[in-house]
């Protein structure tokens, strides 16, 4: 039997499995060490606190990501791979990063059969290579009648580049990763499709008619690709192209072959803008309403695809984020702006020129304009946007060292060190996601004049407990980006915790003039500033916080308290009431509401709040403490030394808990164990009182226990 011209040879078809496999060990070796890097930055409004990824079903709930700035805003497809990923592992991180290198891999795979299928058109401009004489140059270079193997090189080396870790390590860029598989996939089923036989006699007259099953997964890929993110806009234009190029040779032939599938992808181009339109400027991120000068930012781009290109090659250093970095003159990126022009000029000249060249170029191009074009004032330059546009430079250094006279013989072991060297830095690049203190330390080592980098720096050694060490980053974020509402609230956070208070309240005051209307800091300067027994202050802002936010338990419970501090004890208990209507499992809330019972002699409704309060946060020391003097009082001696036992063990340093532990040890006579506890108490607080009148109490002469003493 004589094989199909679309069936490769079995040694061609083990050779192409062989370089599959490759491309699949290649990955797990270069990010086999990513599986357990933490959730960072946009991880954390994505996943941790994106309660539509909770469940998958009915369906339409993870299809329904929440609006604002989340990296999964307008992005069904995405915010559904994540409820996946947390149907599985919940907030465990294992199976989001296998799920992101199984993404990573598929586009490898997928990028393997794109190129093997066009360099074995591109061979000949007609059959493929194989199926043609050999020269005698042929002869002598393997690589020539065996075009998957240049395919595999290309592919290999945009799997295992380095410039890739951060769409495949930080988690929610699966955006672009995901985007890019559907992307690729739109292309290799159309290529499926237009290069599938006629499926019978009849059929042949049709030289169009592939197989409508490649078509529809061309058209579906495409769908799911504008459901997944905003830079798959190019594809359906990028898919005509490609029919130009390779497959029709003319517009017109093109259309009139495969007009319906090119119809039906533009068709998509109706989804994708439903979606950027429901989530204008994508939480006054990205757009043209964020009072940035276009022109301004467009500047910043040329620039930022030298950079680009150049990671592409030399892949040093690498920066998770680089910020907002604006030209400071327009005639600092001349000589960019010449390159990149110069570049997109030979990519035009090359397409008109038929070269395959040409259409890498309008590939790189098309993959970073909606990028480039869509201003940014959060950063103007990002390695994940080169995800896609990577593939573009791979194939063309793979192409272009295997055409150099000086480097063709030579090429396969240049693909072959370069794949070696790379997969080892992104092995290594890994490790800075290990994390957060490592990310942000080395981002701030690079961009040390980018105020988020030191805001977030700052942030990561608080939550390792190295509390002095964050001030002067948040005090250096503040100084690079006086207007950073977010460094001001966290540093008035930070400052708060230390104690300095007089400061705090001023960077609170600092952050609400900057943002009026930002709820956590109106009920933290209220905390502050009730802290600071400047009560009627401190209930203004509640009261502000509560007019942003009338049903925030937290608020009402917090304005209750500086009533409370005020003396204004009939309109606490409202607040306390009010706070626990709207939150019925508040813990802080029922804590008041029981104490104050307490005072008013009121003790079974005193144990019900207190009880309540209890088991919902069996952990609060002092509604352990308030229920077991509410117990003492109403003669259930036992229940009360079990709730002062266990404020005692939450909280060993309460003077107070101690002392009330030891009054209920005495009253049922176990008199030298309560004498041990006013001890403690007064080694904790000399200056107490109620335990030197208790412990004087129990060591007087007379006593039962002054006979034992």
């Avoid at 036989?197 to 058209?219: D, F, M, N, Q, T």
């Avoid at 570049?343 to 395959?356: D, I």
């Amino acid at each position: 039997m004589t094989p199909s011209p679309s069936s490769p040879p079995r040694s061609a078809a083990h050779g192409q499995f062989l370089a599959a496999v490759l491309i699949v060990l290649a990955a797990l070796a270069a990010y086999s060490n990513s599986f357990t890097a933490p959730f960072i930055f946009d991880d954390a409004g994505s996943i941790l606190n994106n309660p539509t990824v909770r469940q998958l079903w009915p369906i339409w709930k993870p299809l329904s990501p929440p609006t604002g700035a989340g990296t999964v805003a307008g992005r069904p497809m995405v915010n559904l791979s994540l409820a996946v990923n947390y149907a599985i592992s919940g907030t465990q991180v294992w199976s989001y990063h296998a799920l992101n290198l199984l993404i990573h891999i598929l586009g490898g795979l997928t990028l393997f059969g794109v190129l093997r299928r066009t360099m074995e058109k591109v061979g000949t401009g007609g059959p493929p290579v194989r199926d043609r004489p050999e020269t005698q140059t042929e002869r002598t270079d393997g690589w020539a009648t065996r075009p998957y193997l240049l395919a595999f090189a290309a592919a290999l080396l945009w799997t295992v580049h380095p410039l890739q870790t951060e769409s495949v390590t930080y988690t929610v860029q699966r955006a672009e990763s995901l985007m890019g598989l559907f992307y690729l996939l739109t292309l290799y089923c159309f290529i499926r499709y237009a290069s599938a036989p006629p499926a019978s006699a009849a059929a042949s007259a049709h030289p169009e008619a592939g197989s409508g099953l490649w078509a529809v997964l061309s058209i579906f890929s495409c769908l799911l690709g504008m459901a997944t993110k905003e830079v798959m806009a190019s594809a359906p234009i990028m898919l005509l192209l490609y029919d130009w190029l390779f497959v029709s040779g003319t517009f017109r032939e093109a259309w009139r072959r495969h007009g319906g599938v090119h119809a039906a992808c533009a068709a998509t181009w109706i989804l994708l803008g439903y979606y950027v339109i429901s989530n204008s400027g994508r939480g006054d991120s990205v757009g043209f309403g964020l009072g940035i000068s276009w022109w301004a930012y467009l500047l910043t781009q040329f620039p930022a695809v030298v950079h680009y290109l150049w990671l592409s090659v030399w892949p040093h250093p690498l920066v998770f984020d680089y910020g907002a970095e604006w030209v400071a003159h327009p005639w600092s990126a001349v000589p960019d702006i010449a390159l990149v022009l110069a570049l997109a000029a030979a990519s035009l000249v090359a397409l008109w020129r038929r070269s395959p060249f040409g259409y890498l170029g309008a590939w790189f191009f098309a993959i970073l304009g909606p990028t480039c074009l869509a201003p940014s004032n959060r950063q103007t330059l990002a390695e994940h946007r080169m995800y896609l546009a990577l593939a573009a430079v791979a194939v063309a250094g793979v192409l272009g060292l295997h055409a150099c006279r000086f480097t063709r013989r030579a090429s396969p072991v240049l693909f072959v060190l370069a794949a070696l060297v790379f997969a080892t830095l992104t092995f290594r690049r890994n490790q800075v996601y290990h994390t957060p203190l490592a990310l942000w330390s080395d981002t701030v080592a690079k961009r040390p004049e980018n105020p988020r980098a030191q805001e977030n720096l700052g942030g990561a050694l608080l939550d390792a407990g190295r509390i002095d060490e964050a001030v002067p980053h948040y005090e250096q974020a503040i100084r690079i980006n006086p207007t950073q509402t977010q460094a001001h609230f966290n540093f008035a956070n930070l400052l708060a915790r230390l104690g300095r208070t007089r400061e705090a309240i001023a960077e609170y005051e600092t952050t609400l003039r900057l943002e009026p209307n930002l709820l956590g800091a109106r009920i933290n300067l209220g905390l502050v500033l009730n802290h600071a027994h400047r009560a009627t202050e401190a209930i203004e802002q509640f009261q502000a916080a509560l007019r942003l936010d009338p049903d925030s338990a937290a608020a009402h419970d917090d304005l209750g308290d500086a009533f409370l501090a005020s003396g204004r004890v009939k309109e606490a208990m409202g607040q306390f009431q009010q706070a626990a209507q709207l939150q019925p499992d508040f813990a802080p809330a029922l804590n008041h509401l029981g104490t104050l019972l307490l005072q008013a002699g009121q003790n079974q409704a005193a144990i019900e709040y207190l009880g309540r309060a209890v088991r919902v946060s069996p952990t609060d020391a002092d509604a352990h403490y308030n229920l077991a003097i509410a117990l003492v009082q109403t003669g259930h001696l036992s229940e009360a030394i079990g709730h002062f036992e266990e404020a005692v063990r939450l909280k060993p340093g309460d003077a107070d808990a101690q002392v009330g532990l030891a009054f209920a040890l005495a009253q049922v006579g176990r008199i030298t164990d309560a004498i041990a506890h006013c001890r403690t108490a007064l080694q904790i607080d000399a200056q107490s009182a109620a335990a030197r009148e208790l412990l004087a109490n129990l060591l007087a002469p007379g006593h039962p226990a002054s006979a034992r003493q």
